[in-house]
């Protein structure tokens, strides 16, 4: 039977010990009075709503997916009220300022909520996903009459919001939008247009829909420049429905639960936020932690699928281990944990969970300090860490989340492929974090090209000295500082040979990204064992924790070190160039 137990003990682990989270909150005067355990009061109620409410309804929203007629939605059974569940509960507004009705919590809190809420029903979850990028838009753009009326509706979460870009000729190539808005002498604009795959476009959760729409003013430049971000309402003020439609719902290879809706501008009234032309860089605040949000999505697959693996692994009895544990039964056939492949893949799993879920918290806590530290020095610098962090993030644990998910259906061998066991949807439903929200070829090329060669690698330099200190101490860190060392050279490299050879960092990208989050994880890994021979020095009371957890440290440097190199070396080989392929036809 599947089911999701929130990793309530590791993120504790994590955000405590690791992070030490708790003392940088104590110098931050936005988080005065927050401790542990007031955090783990948070996490335990928001563990409680995922496993209790969220997770019993994923399988059959799989099943039953989203009905679509005459331009109305109908979500899966029990979708509204989890969702209504979610609002009484304050969830959407736990790290949003509290001048705007929010909690004002870390962004920490509300990266460990939203890996369970995925973990237990990523379907589900679309609906809210972008609710905190579009409380960041509108914090920072919307003014006046507009910020009062819709601000703290999306606060709250009484209304959700959508994230407008994607046309069916332009895909990830913004710069070919058409959607047009025309100025009314009412200051408002008629927004016209199309617009495809938008999550949530259309649906029975709130009753007003909050539309963030990117789209060209009339004269505007050619191109990402000309592009502005309007505010466009499902329902307009007067209570009016505006002229916008949900012309069909596309059926999916997964997340069956969440409404993929085909929207219609049709001169509907909407109003510019921020400047004209400049809606490309508003939309990113939106963008930038729908990214942060994707890559927990990742982590939540890769938590949920190995749970359900080891437990149906200790369960499934299967052949003669060659080799068990002493005070093993002599059986006819011993639990498949036993066996030597699939032992290899369980603790791949754990250690690709563990270490992904200090990665994603460690960019977590840098938008924290970026907002929210005293000190300006450290401000600028972890919004260096965060920039840098994000693409990694997103792509890294999107990619290990679905093959993880994808190994985790090995170990129930052909009936993983059942619908019942749990896990091919997992499969399926994770296949997509890979695309959305930039794909991860697209991440790839941000972080090498944009964040990485323009300065010459001075920043990523800073992230690694600072990944080096997290290591210090550890039984690894000489190694760990040659394997920074060797990414620092192949960084170099690509600043030096980029010149000559313009196309090598894209055909490097996906390469060096991997390179850098490998070397992440393992210094992830490498601050979590300080942490857990602290725990065990001062006598910590679960000892057994903390040795498994260093067990894990041991794999990590056995079995996955060899990672760092192997996608150094493939930085290295694509120096030669790439030819085209034959023209069809």
Same mark, same amino acid.
Not at 151 to 157: A, C, D, F, Q, R
């Given at each position: 039977?599947?089911?999701?137990?929130?990793?309530?003990?590791?993120?504790?682990?994590?955000?405590?010990?690791? @992070?030490?989270?708790?003392?940088?909150?104590?110098?931050?005067?936005?988080?005065?009075?927050?401790?542990?355990?007031?955090?783990?009061?948070? $996490?335990?109620?928001?563990?409680?709503?995922?496993?209790?409410?969220?997770?019993?309804?994923?399988?059959?929203?799989? $099943?039953?997916?989203? &009905?679509?007629?005459?331009?109305?939605?109908?979500?899966?059974?029990?979708?509204?009220?989890?969702?209504?569940?979610?609002?009484?509960?304050?969830?959407?507004?736990?790290?949003?300022? *509290?001048?705007?009705?929010?909690?004002?919590?870390?962004?920490?809190?509300?990266?460990?909520?939203?890996?369970?809420?995925?973990?237990?029903?990523?379907?589900?979850?679309?609906?809210?996903?972008? $609710?905190?990028?579009?409380?960041?838009?509108?914090?920072?753009?919307?003014?006046?009459?507009?910020?009062?009326?819709?601000?703290?509706?999306?606060?709250?979460?009484?209304?959700?919001?959508?994230?407008?870009?994607?046309?069916?000729?332009?895909?990830?190539?913004?710069?070919?939008?058409?959607?047009?808005? =025309? *100025?009314?002498?009412? #200051?408002?604009?008629?927004?016209?247009?199309?617009?495809?795959? !938008?999550?949530? +476009?259309?649906?029975?959760?709130?009753?007003? !829909?909050?539309?963030?729409?990117?789209?060209?003013?009339?004269?505007?430049?050619?191109?990402?420049?000309?592009?502005? $971000?309007?505010?466009?309402?499902?329902?307009? *003020?007067?209570?009016?429905?505006?002229?916008?439609?949900?012309?069909? !719902?596309?059926?999916?290879? +997964?997340?069956?639960?969440?409404?993929?809706?085909?929207?219609?501008?049709?001169?509907?009234?909407?109003?510019?936020? +921020?400047?004209?032309?400049? #809606?490309?860089? %508003?939309?990113? @605040?939106?963008?930038?932690?729908?990214?942060?949000?994707?890559?927990?999505?990742?982590?939540?697959?890769?938590?949920?699928?190995?749970?359900?693996?080891?437990?149906?692994?200790?369960?499934?009895a299967q052949s003669r281990?060659?080799?068990?544990?002493?005070?093993?039964?002599?059986?006819?056939?011993?639990?498949?944990?036993?066996?030597?492949?699939?032992?290899?893949?369980?603790?791949?799993?754990?250690?690709?969970?563990? #270490?992904?879920?200090?990665?994603?918290?460690?960019?977590?806590?840098?938008?924290?300090?970026?907002?929210?530290? *005293?000190?300006?020095?450290?401000?600028?610098?972890?919004?260096?860490?965060?920039?840098?962090?994000?693409?990694?993030?997103?792509?890294?644990?999107?990619?290990?989340?679905?093959?993880?998910?994808?190994?985790?259906?090995?170990?129930?061998?052909?009936?993983?492929?059942?619908?019942?066991?749990?896990? =091919?949807?997992?499969?399926?439903?994770?296949?997509?974090?890979?695309?959305?929200? +930039?794909?991860?070829?697209?991440?790839?090329?941000?972080?090498?090209?944009?964040?990485?060669?323009?300065?010459?690698?001075?920043?990523?330099?800073?992230?690694?000295?600072? &990944?080096?200190?997290?290591?210090?101490?550890?039984?690894?860190?000489?190694?760990?500082?040659?394997?920074?060392?060797?990414?620092?050279?192949?960084?170099?490299?690509?600043?030096?040979? %980029?010149?000559?050879?313009?196309?090598?960092?894209?055909?490097?990208?996906?390469?060096?990204?991997?390179?850098?989050?490998?070397?992440?994880?393992?210094c992830a890994w490498a601050?979590?064992?300080? &942490?857990?021979?602290?725990?065990?020095?001062?006598?910590?009371?679960?000892?057994?924790?903390?040795?498994?957890?260093?067990?894990?440290?041991?794999?990590?440097?056995?079995?996955?070190?060899?990672?760092?190199?192997?996608?150094?070396?493939?930085v290295e080989r694509s120096? %030669?160039?790439?030819?085209?392929?034959?023209?069809?036809?």
């Amino acid at each position: 039977m599947w089911h999701y137990d929130p990793p309530l003990r590791d993120m504790r682990f994590v955000i405590d010990e690791v @992070l030490g989270a708790p003392d940088a909150w104590a110098r931050m005067p936005a988080f005065d009075g927050l401790d542990a355990d007031t955090a783990a009061e948070v $996490l335990a109620q928001a563990g409680k709503f995922a496993a209790e409410v969220l997770a019993p309804l994923n399988g059959p929203g799989d $099943l039953a997916g989203c &009905a679509w007629h005459e331009g109305q939605v109908t979500t899966p059974p029990g979708y509204p009220a989890a969702y209504q569940d979610f609002v009484d509960g304050g969830w959407p507004a736990l790290a949003c300022d *509290p001048d705007c009705g929010g909690q004002g919590l870390p962004q920490l809190l509300n990266a460990a909520l939203y890996e369970m809420l995925a973990a237990a029903n990523h379907g589900w979850t679309m609906y809210p996903g972008l $609710l905190h990028g579009a409380y960041e838009c509108l914090h920072a753009h919307a003014s006046g009459e507009l910020r009062e009326r819709y601000l703290p509706k999306v606060t709250s979460g009484e209304w959700l919001s959508t994230m407008c870009l994607t046309e069916a000729h332009a895909g990830s190539d913004l710069g070919l939008l058409r959607t047009k808005a =025309e *100025p009314r002498a009412d #200051g408002s604009y008629a927004i016209t247009g199309n617009k495809i795959f !938008i999550s949530g +476009g259309e649906h029975d959760l709130t009753g007003n !829909i909050v539309h963030l729409v990117l789209a060209r003013l009339a004269g505007a430049p050619p191109g990402t420049k000309g592009l502005s $971000l309007l505010l466009v309402p499902k329902i307009l *003020p007067d209570g009016t429905r505006n002229a916008v439609h949900c012309d069909s !719902i596309e059926k999916k290879m +997964g997340l069956k639960g969440s409404a993929t809706c085909t929207m219609r501008f049709e001169a509907a009234t909407g109003w510019l936020l +921020g400047e004209p032309n400049r #809606g490309l860089a %508003a939309m990113f @605040l939106m963008m930038n932690a729908a990214r942060l949000h994707v890559g927990l999505q990742g982590l939540g697959h890769l938590e949920v699928s190995t749970q359900n693996a080891l437990r149906h692994a200790a369960e499934r009895a299967q052949s003669r281990a060659p080799r068990k544990p002493a005070g093993a039964p002599d059986a006819d056939a011993d639990p498949i944990v036993l066996h030597p492949a699939i032992r290899r893949t369980l603790w791949t799993l754990q250690a690709r969970t563990e #270490g992904g879920r200090v990665l994603a918290y460690w960019a977590a806590q840098a938008l924290d300090e970026a907002a929210a530290h *005293p000190d300006e020095g450290e401000r600028r610098a972890a919004n260096d860490r965060a920039t840098l962090l994000t693409p990694v993030v997103k792509a890294l644990l999107t990619e290990l989340g679905h093959h993880g998910a994808d190994d985790a259906l090995g170990v129930w061998g052909g009936h993983g492929y059942i619908h019942e066991m749990g896990i =091919e949807q997992i499969v399926r439903d994770s296949r997509i974090a890979m695309i959305y929200e +930039g794909t991860n070829e697209i991440q790839a090329i941000d972080l090498l090209l944009r964040k990485v060669l323009p300065d010459g690698g001075v920043r990523l330099g800073q992230l690694l000295d600072w &990944a080096g200190a997290q290591a210090e101490g550890a039984t690894n860190a000489q190694r760990l500082r040659q394997g920074l060392q060797a990414l620092r050279e192949c960084a170099d490299a690509l600043v030096a040979g %980029a010149a000559a050879d313009p196309e090598w960092p894209y055909r490097a990208a996906d390469d060096f990204l991997h390179a850098l989050g490998e070397a992440l994880l393992a210094c992830a890994w490498a601050r979590s064992e300080v &942490a857990a021979r602290h725990a065990l020095a001062a006598g910590a009371p679960d000892a057994a924790f903390y040795e498994a957890k260093l067990q894990r440290t041991r794999f990590q440097a056995d079995y996955l070190a060899g990672e760092l190199p192997r996608y150094l070396a493939a930085v290295e080989r694509s120096r %030669a160039e790439l030819p085209f392929l034959p023209v069809l036809g």
